[in-house]
């Protein structure tokens, strides 16, 4: 059982939503409307929710901290605008999802339910309101000749690497998608996504890596298992933290 089910109780579970801007609406002014009028009228309309994060999606830094050697650089305008973040029973998800698909039925978006693996939580956050630092969101994509156990046992003996070398990271969480929705957002399908945060932006360029040589057994261990990803740079903000 993974820790956010111990943490929330036997049959929570967490569901992430991509959200981007439709045609004619800036992102600027979408991911302000998301956090300011849709987010809080979502827990509302869903109060019983465990917890719900909204995550607002920044531009690509130019200077990427996390770029394989050979990768194509992402483009600078990111696919998503923001990501909501909920955990809960089924009733409480389904209504979330309902109001959702009520309050932007023109919005594309895609849904994915994931199994939650917290491998480290040293973040310092406030009850509610934004989180300090940067978290990093990765839209894995894995080796299309591995199963997904042994993508799920690479994947898992990565994770005691990443916390040796990811220095700076004060929260690292491994989602495995359990079941994919699309709603109309284009995006490389995806079968995992890793989460980083970091306190700072600082944080996040100068200690992702702890030298050179953990940079590189970084890129030789993920060769393993990661076919490419899409990388999102986000700011959090929590609406209802967990108890």
Do not use: N
Request: hydrophobic share 50%.
């Amino acid at each position: 059982m993974s820790q956010s089910l111990l943490m929330y109780g036997f049959g929570m579970s967490k569901h992430r939503i991509l959200l981007a801007a439709p045609a004619g609406e800036a992102a600027s002014v979408f991911r302000l409307r998301m956090l300011q009028a849709i987010a809080p009228r979502v827990l509302a309309l869903a109060p019983d929710l465990a917890a719900f994060s909204v995550c607002l999606v920044d531009a690509t830094p130019d200077v990427a901290p996390w770029q394989r050697p050979g990768e194509a650089a992402q483009a600078s305008v990111p696919p998503v605008d923001a990501v909501f973040d909920l955990w809960g029973d089924a009733p409480a998800i389904e209504r979330a999802l309902s109001a959702l698909a009520t309050l932007l039925p023109d919005v594309p978006r895609h849904m994915v339910r994931v199994d939650e693996h917290v491998e480290k939580d040293q973040l310092t956050r406030s009850a509610v309101g934004r989180v300090e630092g940067v978290k990093f969101l990765s839209l894995m994509r894995f080796q299309s000749d591995l199963s997904d156990q042994a993508v799920r046992r690479l994947w898992a003996h990565h994770a005691r690497l990443a916390l040796e070398v990811h220095v700076g990271m004060a929260r690292y969480v491994r989602d495995v998608v359990v079941s994919t929705t699309s709603g109309g957002l284009e995006l490389p399908p995806f079968a995992g996504v890793a989460e980083l945060h970091f306190p700072s932006a600082e944080a996040m360029h100068s200690q992702w890596f702890s030298s050179d040589a953990g940079r590189a057994a970084i890129v030789h261990d993920v060769g393993h298992f990661l076919l490419s990803a899409t990388r999102l740079y986000t700011s959090e903000h929590v609406l209802k933290p967990s108890s």
